[in-house]
């Protein structure tokens, strides 16, 4: 994860915040194992998929504070994705 803060008046910090996360996903058992025992045949009877998301968000926190800055959910596997950013301000 990227971040940039910047200062904000009444002791509150902006955060540019960007995430990528990237998966393998197989159509079927056989498609998980490795690639290096899988033939050729296995891999067009059943593709692999390559996903990946990208976000890039902004928060406004205080010292201390927290919040949930993202939620997402995989549409293949129903996977819930959550993103929760706290500011320490170490002076």
Same mark, same amino acid.
């Given at each position: 994860?990227?971040e940039?803060?910047?200062g ?13 996360q990237?998966s ?5 058992a ?7 025992? #899988?033939? *050729?045949?296995?891999?067009?009877e059943?593709?692999t998929?390559?996903? $990946? /998301?990208?976000s890039?968000? !902004? %928060? +406004? ?6 919040? #949930?800055a *993202? ?10 994705? $959550? /993103?929760?950013?706290?500011? !320490? %301000? +170490?002076?």
């Amino acid at each position: 994860m990227n971040e940039l803060a910047l200062g904000r008046p009444a002791a509150r910090v902006t955060l540019d915040e960007a995430l990528e996360q990237s998966s393998l996903y197989g159509a079927s058992a056989k498609a998980r194992s490795s690639a290096v025992e #899988q033939t *050729l045949e296995s891999r067009v009877e059943s593709p692999t998929l390559f996903r $990946t /998301v990208n976000s890039i968000f !902004t %928060v +406004v926190l205080r010292d201390g504070q927290t919040t #949930q800055a *993202l939620v997402g959910t995989d549409p293949l596997t129903g996977e819930i994705v $959550t /993103v929760d950013v706290t500011l !320490t %301000v +170490v002076k």
